[in-house]
């Protein structure tokens, strides 16, 4: 080829870099071309893109071997036998050109008819001025149909959109064919089958989806098995610990071509879908149910104890009143029978007195009702007891009530442990802070024999506390120089405001 020894060295050097660049583009071009799905043509058009990547590789190996190595190394026998290649393209091209009537072609056309060897030589044109020619023709080719297949790229689906598209999506996907081998993986399914521990290289589906039955069987794969579908979840180190989802279905595309040349068939789909949130939630409902149970479990617990403690408290409530009521009713008989005196007017002051001890024992007279003291004085009258009443009465009927539950159990103890003549009661009341507080105030004082020694709380003072305390009231005992109780009892009186 000695007319390219016609090229200075620095062209040369310009015109080697211009063709590996411009063979790299073309490279990339005729990738992106055979990434495209859906066009008749296109393969033909690959195999031409493919030649003019060929042909540009081999131009620029033949510019360095016949003017970089130097021309007396006789490289231009080799660099002449190389550029023959350009027939090819230049074919390929010519019957492109005329069967789809590309016009657009004809330059490209021409560049590759002056690559011949002997062309230079038989247009009697310069070497230089037709290798530059070309490289231009070239560039612009290159650079305006690598433009082309850039934008195509952005607007049409291709298999690298499809792959860019489900690597977006935020559940993992994994297709494969029947026998297992994987044709589309986003980086979602590769990130969970990574913190797995499991390579997606040489990977196989079938067997993929029996491991993770087995390892959430014998434990080695923390999860669950949902029907079919798999509760997977990963360790607490990788990913956050995240929970999936997984399903494999077997599915049927009417259009494979989106897997290249697989034909249209049956393919296997595995879906990861991250269900980290509903996981958590479901297990923080499963630690409430927990929870409310031991809560029910308490709660019956406590019922029955309060059904223990009502009927205890009944039991308690009726000791006191049969001790108060009979005790009053005895204590009253016994100073009667004491009094020697058993004539016929005071055998019949003394039997309405018996007669009506049933009656007392059953009526349970709510403390609403205002409390008459009467009756009360005048039973212990029959057996010569005084009950003197000072002050006045609690307006409120409970108070009141209580008040008279302890005098009548005071003055029953005075009776039959004191021997006590007279019982003294007096009545008080006084403002507490506020008005709306008001302390009621009860002091039973009598003239029996005063107890030696410390007083043993039994059924009857206990009674009277137990009264006072249902009140939030107080009771203190005192023995000298005289028998003295003193009840008091705080009530919050509200009041009302118009508006």
Partial sequence: MPEMTLLTRPTCEFLFMTLALLGLCQGLRAFLMAMRKGERSLPLDIVYECAVFVFLALF???VYMNCILAARLRWDAVASSLLWFSALPLSLGAYLCIHQHRAAMLPTLAALALALPGITTALSLQAPIIYLTVCAVFVCRTAYGLFLEIDSTRHRVSRLSVKETVDHLPEGLLFSTANGRPLIINDCMDAFLDALGISVNRLDTNRLWSDLEDGIEDGRVDGERLGERLLVRTPSGVRDGRTFLVTNESVILADSRIFGRHPRGRYTCMRAVDMTHEDQLDRKIERTNEELARTGDEIRAALGNVSTIARNE????????????IGQKLSILHRFLESGDLS?????RIVPLLADLTHDLESDAPRERPVDLDDLVSSFSLIGVAVVVSGEMPEDAAVAAVFVQV?????????????????????????VGSSDATSYEMVVIDDGIAPVGTVIERTGIFGMRRALAEMNGTLQVETQPSFRLTACIVSETRREHGH
């Fill in 60 to 62: 620029a190996m033949a």
């Fill in 344 to 348: 016929d007017e005071a055998v019949a």
């Fill in 407 to 431: 005098l009548r159990e005071a003055a029953t103890n005075a009776v039959r442990h004191g021997r006590a003549q007279r019982v003294d009661a007096r009545f008080s009341r006084a403002t």
């Fill in 314 to 325: 009944g039991i308690l409530r009726m000791r006191s009143r049969v001790h108060d009521v």
